[in-house]
């Protein structure tokens, strides 16, 4: 018996290739290669995309074997999931997949500001040793808010808070409890 094909069609994390194990056979391809991707879609069983790679009608009349579409993140805009509804290839996504690595960069962003590094790394590439200029702020005890307070947010403001800043969160969509559950009050 044959092991079902999945084509992993643009540059995954190792933790999502390891899940897949021994019980599936692994291809590769660009996905964003129009004139790679049709041939190599053409008798997988799944297939693996992040933003890059648009699998439209086109590609699934190319894929005659086709049973699941699966999006690594949030948002199906490069599916056509009408065309892939009509053809049985159920379309999923992984909307919390990235909601650590968005976290992270928010907060890692966040720092490089308060602190100065890009100009600070600068100037040092450029000779000049400017310590005192580039100095920054300390984030302990300041105050942030946090517009839209989805997953993302909420996972920011857990980490502010760890890093001993004071949070607040706006959302449109306000979810009964959070700030209670969390400890950051929403505001108006």
């Known amino acids: ?15 999502t290739l390891d899940a897949l194990g021994p019980d599936f056979e692994v291809r590769h391809v660009d996905g964003a290669d ?13 297939v693996l995309i992040r933003s890059a790679t648009k ?13 699941v579409v699966a999006r690594a993140g949030v948002g199906l805009d490069n599916v056509d999931v009408p065309a ?30 308060a602190r100065n590094i890009a100009p600070a790394n600068e100037a040092l590439k450029n000779g ?16 942030v808010g946090i517009v839209g307070f989805g997953r993302i947010g ?4 857990v980490m502010a808070k760890a890093i001993g800043m004071t949070v607040i969160a706006f959302d449109i969509f306000h979810i009964p409890g959070i700030e209670e559950q969390l400890g950051i009050p929403y505001v108006e």
């Not at 009349?61 to 086709?66: D, E, I, M, Y």
């Open 34 to 46: 129009r004139s790679a991707l049709l041939p190599a879609i053409a008798d997988v069983d799944a």
């Open 55 to 67: 699998i439209d009608a086109e590609a699934l009349a190319a894929a005659k074997n086709l049973k």
């Open 154 to 157: 909420q996972h920011l403001g």
């Open 1 to 15: 018996m044959s092991k079902p094909v999945v084509l992993i069609a643009e540059e995954l994390s190792p933790a």
């Open 128 to 143: 000049a040793w400017k310590r005192s200029k580039y100095g920054g702020v300390e984030l302990l005890e300041k105050k």
């Open 84 to 113: 892939a509804t009509k053809a049985g290839v159920m379309v999923v996504n992984a909307p919390t997949s990235n909601i650590t690595s968005a976290a992270e960069l928010a907060v890692g962003l966040l720092l490089a500001c």
